[in-house]
């Protein structure tokens, strides 16, 4: 079946430091693939999506490529910010008719210190 | 609202009691969903509306877990004699409709359940 691996936390950094949240998947076909985000208090919200092997997704800062070769969509970000505080959450969804139902990965709670 | 509301935010309940958990989806989307999120595990795809089609309920864990959406909005997930293990953040999404671009879910901001 599919499954999505994520670096565990929690990460802890500095205000301005460089962000890297490792994710892997596996999964038949050809997935796309999803950074969701969850501040404190708030449900999960889309950060970034890629569709096709290749893609960059971005969002506020945030980038990530899909990886065929080594199946995986790392998470990066050059500066962050004390607001980026949260939870993220890699998701692949199938290819193929099922495509909404998404796979997760266990999240990784971010702390950004000033 | 402009967002997914779900009721109760929290709901504490004694191991074989039943539970309903809402979910209110965003104005005018026609897919919902619900996920589990338990202690240290990712979220866990439950069941799936479309419109007027026939649910996708493959996710369901057990027969004590059932769902239902009515006139194409609100949305009801049931568990029957809840065990401990049912123990859980209950999440519900919607999306504008189903499409093979993978569209945005919407979610809110969920049900914690705890069963003693």
């Known amino acids: 079946g599919n499954s999505v691996t994520q670096m565990e936390g929690p990460v802890t950094l500095s205000e301005e430091a460089f962000l890297t949240i490792n994710c892997t998947y596996t999964?038949?076909?050809?997935?796309?693939l999803f950074w969701y985000v969850q501040y404190p208090g708030e449900g999960l919200q889309l950060l970034l999506k890629?569709?096709?092997?290749?893609d960059k997704g971005s969002n506020k800062g945030f980038e990530a490529t899909y990886r065929k070769e080594t199946t995986s969509f790392h998470l990066e970000k050059g500066s962050v910010q004390v607001s980026d505080s949260a939870v993220y959450f890699c998701?692949?969804?199938?290819?193929?008719?099922?495509?909404?139902?998404?796979?997760f990965g266990k999240g990784t709670l971010l702390t950004v210190n000033p | 609202g402009a967002g997914v509301s779900q009721s109760p935010s929290n709901k504490v309940t004694e191991k074989g009691k039943d539970v309903e958990l809402r979910c209110d989806p965003i104005?005018?989307?026609?897919?919902l969903y619900w996920y589990r999120q338990s202690l240290g595990q990712g979220l866990e795809f439950l069941i799936y509306?479309?419109?007027?089609?026939?649910?996708?309920k493959s996710g369901l864990p057990s027969d004590r877990f059932s769902a239902e959406r009515t006139g194409g909005s609100v949305s009801t997930l049931t568990i029957q004699r809840t065990q401990q293990e049912d123990s859980a953040v209950y999440l519900c999404?919607?999306?504008?409709?189903?499409?093979?671009?993978?569209?945005?879910?919407?979610f809110g901001s969920g049900t914690q359940l705890s069963v003693l």
């Open positions: 509306f479309q419109g007027n089609s026939a649910p996708d």
């Open positions: 998701a692949l969804s199938p290819s193929g008719g099922s495509n909404y139902k998404l796979t």
């Open positions: 999964a038949t076909g050809y997935p796309s």
């Open positions: 104005s005018g989307h026609t897919a």
């Open positions: 999404a919607s999306s504008l409709f189903y499409t093979a671009t993978n569209e945005k879910l919407f």
């Open positions: 890629a569709t096709k092997a290749d």
